[in-house]
C-alpha cells in the first residue's frame, strides 16, 4: 500500500523535459537559464574581428590536485575579449552542471558577465565544470571515475586555471590574479560554486557575483516549493493543496479503491508493478517543476500556465482564489495530463516502459559514456549536496504528498551507483555546509543576487527567516525574479526590480574594482 501511494505522489512530481527519465528529482536541478548565442560578429575595442564566441579552446587540468602525478585532462572554455583593454578585468564563469556548448551566450553582454566586461573593459572566461560535456579526466563515467567529482575538486580547479593558464588574447599570458583583477561568477549551483570558492580560496578572485547561489546543502530540500505556492495563481494552488490532501488521506485511510480511482483518472491504472506507480506520480506533479522555466519575460502561454488553466478556466470563467474543488481539479488535472502532458513527458512510450524503474539494466542507469549531466549531477546530489524535493512537515500547507521523502530519492542512488553504495547514502550536506560556510558566508566583495520566485531561493542567503543585515561588503539584493533572472539583461528591461539587482551589482563592481591592486604574489 505505502508503496502504491508513494507511486502517486511521484506522478504528481515528474517532468517533461526529462522525458523517460525515471528520476524525476532532476527536473529541478539548480541549473543556468538556457540563452541563444547571438548572431554577430565579435570585435575588439580597436575594430579587430574576433572569433567567434564559439571557439573552443582547451586547459591542461589536473586531474587530481591531491595527486599531480596522475597527469591532467583537457577542459574546455570559451572566451570573448570584445571589450577589454589592458588593465581590465577577467571574469570567470562555468555552467555548473551542464555542458558549455550551451551556455557560451553568458560571455556576452546579454548577460550581466558581459555588462561587468562592458563596463570595466573586461573579458568574460566560461570553463566547464569536471565531469561535465567533454572536460572529463577519464572517458567514462563510472562510479570509480567520478569519485574525482567532489566540490573541492571544481574549487580547485579554478585556482589551478586562473593561476597558470595562458589566455588566447593577445598579453593573455600576463593576466593571473595579481597581475589583474579576477572577478568569479555564476547562477544556481555555479553560484553556489561561487561562494564556496571565496570562502575556500580567500584572496583569489578580488570579487565575486552569485546568482540564485544555492549556498546551503539541504537533504530534504521541501523548500523548493514554498516559492512556487506561494507566487503561482491562488486558484491553482488551491486545487493543487485538495488533490494532495486527498491523495494523503487516501494512504493514511489504507483506501485501495480510491487509489485506483485516482490512477484511473491519470490514465495509469494498468501500470503493471504497484511499485513503479510511485514514479508515475511524480511525473505527474512535474507540472510545479515548469515553475523553474519561467522569467519575467515570458507570458500566459507557458506550460506552467497551461496547466494552471486547464484546472482553474471552465467555459471561459476563472475560478476565485479557492479553486473549483477536489472533484474539479481532479478531473481536468487528469484531462491535462492525459490530453496533453503525457505525449509532452513520454512520448509514444507506454506508462510501464515511460515510468518503470526496478528494471536496473535500462540504459539510464547503466550507461558510463561521458556527456551525460543526469549522471553526473546525481553522484554530487547523492554524495554532498542532497536538494531532495520533497513534501512538507505536517502543519505546513502542502501542493506535494507528504509521502514523498529523501529515501525515495536516495533510493534512486543505489540504482544509478550500485558499485558505491549498497544501500541508500545520505549525502553529507552537514559537512558540505561545515566546509563551505553555507548560509553563515561572510567574506568581502561576494555579490549575492536573488529572486522571490526562485523555486531555490530557500538554499539562498534570501532564504526565509535569515533576515541577513545589509552588509556593504557583501551586499544582498532580492527581486522579485525567479531562478538566475539577474544574470539575463532583457529580464532588467521587463522587471525594473530586477533592474535594480543588476544596476547595484554594476556600481559595486565599479567600486570594488577601483580598489584593487597588483601585487607580486
Not at 182 to 207: D, E, R
Amino acid at each position: 500500500m505505502f508503496n502504491i501511494m508513494w507511486a502517486l505522489a511521484s506522478l504528481l512530481l515528474a517532468g517533461p523535459v526529462r522525458a523517460a527519465i525515471p528520476n524525476a528529482m532532476l527536473r529541478g536541478m539548480p541549473s543556468l537559464p538556457k540563452l541563444l548565442v547571438p548572431d554577430r560578429f565579435i570585435t575588439s575595442p580597436n575594430g579587430t574581428v574576433l572569433p567567434p564566441i564559439t571557439t573552443v579552446y582547451y586547459f591542461d587540468q589536473l586531474i587530481d590536485h591531491n595527486n599531480p602525478d596522475l597527469g591532467t585532462f583537457q577542459q574546455r572554455y570559451w572566451m570573448n575579449w570584445e571589450f577589454y583593454e589592458p588593465g581590465g578585468p577577467i571574469i570567470l564563469i562555468t555552467p555548473g552542471e551542464g555542458p558549455g556548448d550551451d551556455s557560451v551566450a553568458f560571455t556576452t553582454n546579454e548577460t550581466i558577465n558581459g555588462l561587468i566586461a562592458q563596463q570595466q573593459n573586461g573579458a568574460v572566461i566560461m570553463i566547464e565544470h569536471r565531469f561535465f560535456g567533454y572536460s572529463n579526466p577519464y572517458d567514462n563515467l563510472t562510479s570509480q571515475s567520478l569519485a574525482l567529482l567532489t566540490i573541492q575538486q571544481a574549487i580547485d580547479d579554478l585556482e589551478y586555471f586562473a593561476n597558470t593558464a595562458d589566455l588566447p588574447m593577445p598579453g593573455g599570458n600576463a593576466v593571473k590574479p595579481g597581475q589583474a583583477p579576477w572577478i568569479l561568477s555564476g547562477g544556481s549551483y555555479s553560484g553556489a560554486l561561487t561562494s564556496w570558492t571565496m570562502v575556500n580560496k580567500p584572496g583569489l578572485f578580488w570579487a565575486a557575483y552569485a546568482s540564485s547561489g544555492v549556498v546551503e546543502a539541504i537533504t530534504d530540500y521541501y523548500g523548493y516549493f514554498t516559492p512556487v505556492r506561494e507566487y503561482m495563481p491562488q486558484n491553482c494552488s488551491s486545487d493543487v493543496e485538495a488533490v494532495i490532501t486527498h491523495l494523503d488521506e487516501l494512504y493514511v485511510a489504507n483506501d485501495t479503491a480510491g487509489i485506483q480511482t485516482l490512477k484511473e483518472a491519470f490514465g495509469l491504472g494498468d501500470v503493471v508493478h504497484v511499485d513503479d506507480f510511485r514514479r508515475c506520480k511524480q511525473h505527474v506533479q512535474n507540472n510545479l517543476y515548469d515553475w523553474q522555466n519561467l522569467q519575467p519575460d515570458i507570458g500566459p502561454g507557458a506550460m506552467f500556465f497551461q496547466f494552471c488553466d486547464a484546472l482553474e478556466v471552465k467555459n471561459g470563467v476563472s475560478a476565485g482564489p479557492e479553486g473549483w474543488g477536489l472533484e474539479n481539479a481532479v478531473y481536468s488535472w487528469g484531462n491535462f495530463w492525459n490530453t496533453t502532458y503525457y505525449d509532452y513527458v513520454c512520448g509514444s512510450e507506454d506508462a510501464e516502459t515511460c515510468f518503470g524503474t526496478y528494471d536496473t539494466s535500462q540504459p539510464y542507469w547503466t550507461n558510463v559514456t561521458v556527456n551525460n549531466a543526469d549522471r553526473s549531477w546525481l553522484w554530487m546530489v547523492c554524495n554532498q549536496v542532497g536538494w531532495y524535493q520533497v513534501g512538507p512537515p505536517e502543519g505546513q500547507p502542502a501542493i506535494v504528498s507528504r509521502i514523498l521523502q529523501p529515501i525515495y530519492d536516495e533510493r534512486q542512488c543505489v540504482n544509478m551507483f550500485p558499485e558505491a553504495f549498497t544501500c541508500p547514502p545520505q549525502p553529507t550536506t552537514t559537512q558540505t555546509d561545515t566546509m563551505y560556510a553555507g548560509w553563515n558566508v561572510n567574506v568581502p566583495r561576494l555579490f549575492f543576487a536573488n529572486g522571490l520566485r526562485d523555486p531555490w531561493r530557500e538554499s539562498t542567503v534570501s532564504a526565509d527567516g535569515l533576515n541577513e543585515p545589509d552588509n556593504p561588503s557583501m551586499p544582498i539584493y532580492e527581486g522579485d525574479g525567479f531562478h538566475c533572472s539577474d544574470l539575463i539583461t532583457k529580464n532588467g528591461i521587463v522587471d525594473p526590480t530586477v533592474a535594480v539587482v543588476q544596476e547595484a551589482a554594476l556600481r559595486y563592481m565599479k567600486e570594488w574594482l577601483a580598489e584593487w591592486r597588483p601585487s607580486t604574489r
